[in-house]
């Protein structure tokens, strides 16, 4: 077993200790944003941490209803820019909490006065000891090179802030059912190893979903590439209908990421396109007429109809994928090539 197989399945148990660890710091942060009229929230992140941070943009927006950018850390750290973001909450994610850019970027946001919040896997970082409100993940040291615990356990912190945020019970309820129903999926590895076989020779892929599942396409190609050297590329739908779309022809590799709710329309109009062309179809998803339009397919037997909370089972698929495509490929997903577990930019 590798270690990113290992940490996987770790998941489940490090999402409830991740819980128990941050409940105080959740209560204390829900009553300052319900005291504050936020304007803004800003995300600093990198990498896996940056998709954990997309998600977080589209939950606050449809929850909260404030606008979420991603920041541009460079016009700070290269620029020497200072920005007004009194009104604002940044929200800066760094599994190692050692990213230099992250960190230059909140003790700027410090002066200006907004309220910080950091997440890291590592207490007695740097950006654990300047976060006005540090989330600790308490998973565990992540061994293997490719984040999973660590990614799924950002989710689930960026989840219970926004739910506690919004005052939404019903969301909180179920989140608290999330690792029970990942360990489910955790049990079909078997499935997902087989779908691995299939796409052995895979050398690229377009990998596609909408919405708050969109991050999750990010998270899913970026796992493909660092742990098998597959150019995938991930897309939301609504720009893969333009220019990309001219690169797909027959037998291309397509996973699509679709739950049923409010972005199904949009698939099955996307779907029908890439038919047309032949292109391979790999369909993840908790519809069943959905699923019946891929070549092959992978349930999610929990139609949540809540995007939010699906993007949890669709994480787990997505690494599962990714580390079996790695052992039917004869790569090592602990430590790909060129890569560093911590790596600092600035």
């Not at 050692?98 to 909140?106: F, L, R, S, T």
């Not at 989140?175 to 895979?202: D, S, T």
């Amino acid at each position: 077993m590798t270690l990113m197989e290992k940490e996987i399945f770790e998941v489940p148990e490090a999402l409830k200790t991740c819980f128990k660890t941050n409940e105080k710091t959740l209560n204390e942060l829900a009553e300052k944003l319900a005291s504050r009229k936020i304007k803004n929230v800003v995300v600093a992140a990198r990498g896996t941490s940056d998709h954990a941070g997309i998600y977080g943009k589209y939950i606050i927006e449809s929850l909260i209803g404030v606008p979420v950018s991603l920041a541009a850390m460079s016009v700070v750290t290269r620029y020497g820019a200072e920005l007004d973001l009194s009104d604002s909450v940044v929200l800066a994610i760094s599994q190692s909490g050692k990213a230099a850019d992250v960190i230059e970027y909140v003790e700027m946001a410090k002066k200006s006065g907004a309220i910080t919040v950091t997440i890291t896997n590592n207490n007695e970082s740097p950006l654990a000891l300047i976060g006005d409100y540090n989330f600790f993940l308490n998973v565990g040291e992540e061994k293997s090179v490719a984040a999973t615990k660590t990614f799924s356990a950002q989710l689930y912190t960026i989840a219970h802030i926004v739910a506690m945020w919004a005052d939404r019970k019903d969301l909180l309820a179920k989140l608290e059912k999330v690792p029970e129903k990942i360990c489910q999926i955790l049990l079909r590895n078997e499935e997902v190893a087989a779908l691995a076989v299939r796409y052995r020779f895979m050398k690229d892929a377009f990998i596609l979903s909408r919405g708050i599942n969109y991050p999750l396409a990010l998270e899913a190609a970026l796992k493909v590439q660092e742990t098998n050297y597959v150019l995938a590329k991930a897309y939301p739908i609504s720009d893969f209908h333009h220019g990309p779309f001219a690169m797909v022809d027959e037998g291309m590799p397509v996973i699509m990421y679709m739950p049923a709710g409010p972005v199904a329309q949009d698939s099955m109009e996307m779907i029908k396109k890439l038919q047309a062309v032949g292109a391979d179809l790999l369909m993840v998803t908790d519809d069943e007429n959905l699923l019946a339009e891929g070549d092959v397919g992978f349930q999610i037997p929990f139609a949540e109809k809540e995007d939010m909370i699906s993007a949890f089972y669709y994480a787990t698929f997505a690494q599962l994928f990714a580390c079996n495509l790695a052992e039917v490929k004869g790569r090592n997903p602990d430590a790909p090539r060129g890569l560093n577990k911590v790596t600092i930019t600035k």
